[in-house]
């Protein structure tokens, strides 16, 4: 497994538990972060050891999306050696359940990233931000077609095109997680999840999930293809915020 310093790994029994750990910057995820979490997902999806994985982050602040400086690094290197394509790419075909704890707001791809979870738990003060329209980019992780089916047409225009954020109790009430939890309740709730899902007969379990993303894969890898493509034709005159 790829180690990184902002990327904390550790099992309990049969669950592995990947942590954001770059409080400091907010947990924006940076290529090596990528990188270590894409190792993580390869280790757990070939050791059979592991049945669940849990996704969260160190301080109250889930994930404040790509480290922006990051973005002018990537331009020139072709979209399928990217890491973060890499992640987006991994994650969608994760075999295993997969739940997150997200302890405080998901901007970007830590709201984006959430839809490829099986189960969501969010603090009583997350929100989920998707601003990338208002930083001239299009929504990424297969967003645009994720959450069309799961809102409606409408919704999901408004949503990303307009609103550009959703606080935890809008995102319960839409179903998109699964509980709203006080912030010192959110990491054992998940966890009595995880230890559930552990309980499981394993193979039952990934061949459910199978069943239910299967139909729509194929064509979630395409669209994770193509919004990375129209990102690319926008890079060059995205709008950063002054600061992170």
Request: overall charge negative.
């Amino acid at each position: 497994m790829i180690s990184c310093e902002h990327i904390d790994c550790r099992r309990e029994d049969e669950v592995l538990i990947i942590s954001l750990n770059r409080a400091d910057k907010k947990n924006a995820i940076t290529g090596d972060m990528y990188r270590a979490m894409t190792s993580a997902l390869e280790t757990a999806a070939s050791d059979d050891s592991i049945h669940v994985l849990l996704i969260t982050a160190a301080g109250n602040f889930f994930c404040a999306g790509n480290d922006v400086h990051g973005f002018k690094a990537i331009a020139d290197i072709p979209y399928q050696q990217r890491p973060g394509f890499n992640f987006m790419k991994t994650l969608a075909r994760f075999g295993k359940p997969v739940v997150a704890a997200v302890p405080g707001d998901a901007v970007g791809i830590g709201a984006t990233m959430l839809l490829h979870c099986d189960l969501v738990y969010l603090t009583e003060n997350s929100q989920l931000k998707l601003p990338f329209v208002s930083i001239g980019l299009v929504p990424e992780f297969a967003s645009t077609t994720l959450l069309t089916q799961r809102l409606g047409y409408q919704r999901a225009a408004e949503l990303l095109m307009l609103r550009q954020h959703l606080d935890a109790t809008e995102a319960l009430a839409l179903g998109l997680v699964n509980k709203v939890l006080p912030a010192e309740q959110l990491f054992d709730v998940a966890m009595q999840s995880c230890n559930a899902l552990s309980q499981q007969p394993n193979a039952a379990l990934q061949q459910t999930k199978r069943l239910m993303k299967q139909p729509e894969l194929p064509a979630i890898i395409d669209k994770i293809e193509q919004e990375t493509l129209a990102i690319n034709q926008l890079l060059a005159n995205i709008k950063l915020p002054t600061k992170q």
